[in-house]
């Protein structure tokens, strides 16, 4: 197995944070290599596509030194869910392994409500959040009896940021999510 793929997508993030950061900039242009990343999976280590029974696990597979973006591994194991959250920043998200099924809500009248239909993503497709475009959600796994994968870059440590999860009632209660991953890997070194 070779990282390559992973290592070139990490350059290339870098490279567009040090040309603009800004929300538009990056999610505008790194799409096209969330796609490349994902035609190949690869690349992602077992140790970071390993299903938790209890619960979903957010494994940090980088965090830009700046902490301009991170990228993460999300894995869904059978009936895993998250519940209904914001992210505070941007964030593209794309589905490596599997299905997710996503449901998209607006705060609306003190309170929160669907908008538009469950989207199925299946393995390759990619989805973005952000505060500007729609950044509340509650994302499960589309597989019943196995684990679905996906990669997430988001605008900032996303483990470390204040962010919301919402009862169905609108009510908000704010929480800083960490990594399932106890050491932060070191990919250059595989």
């Not at 790194?30 to 280590?45: T, V």
């Not at 209660?173 to 991953?181: I, R, T």
């Amino acid at each position: 197995m070779s990282i390559q793929p992973f290592k070139d997508f990490v350059r290339s993030l870098t490279e567009l944070a040090d040309r603009d950061a800004r929300e538009e900039c990056m999610l505008s242009a790194a799409q096209p290599l969330m796609m490349d990343l994902l035609r190949n999976d690869c690349w992602l280590p077992d140790d970071f596509a390993r299903a938790d029974p209890e619960k979903y696990t957010q494994y940090l597979l980088h965090c830009d030194p700046l902490e301009r973006f991170s990228i993460v591994s999300f894995v869904w194991g059978p009936g895993h869910e998250t519940p209904i959250h914001d992210h505070t920043v941007w964030g593209l998200l794309g589905v490596l392994r599997g299905c997710e099924i996503s449901q998209r809500y607006v705060e609306c009248d003190g309170g929160l409500h669907t908008q538009g239909g469950l989207e199925h993503l299946e393995s390759g497709a990619i989805d973005m959040v952000s505060p500007t475009i729609g950044d509340i959600h509650k994302v499960r796994n589309g597989m019943k009896e196995r684990a679905s994968v996906s990669i997430h870059v988001y605008g900032g440590n996303i483990g470390r940021i204040s962010r919301h999860a919402f009862g169905n009632d609108g009510s908000r209660k704010d929480f800083v999510s960490g990594y399932s991953s106890p050491v932060i890997p070191n990919i250059w070194c595989r």
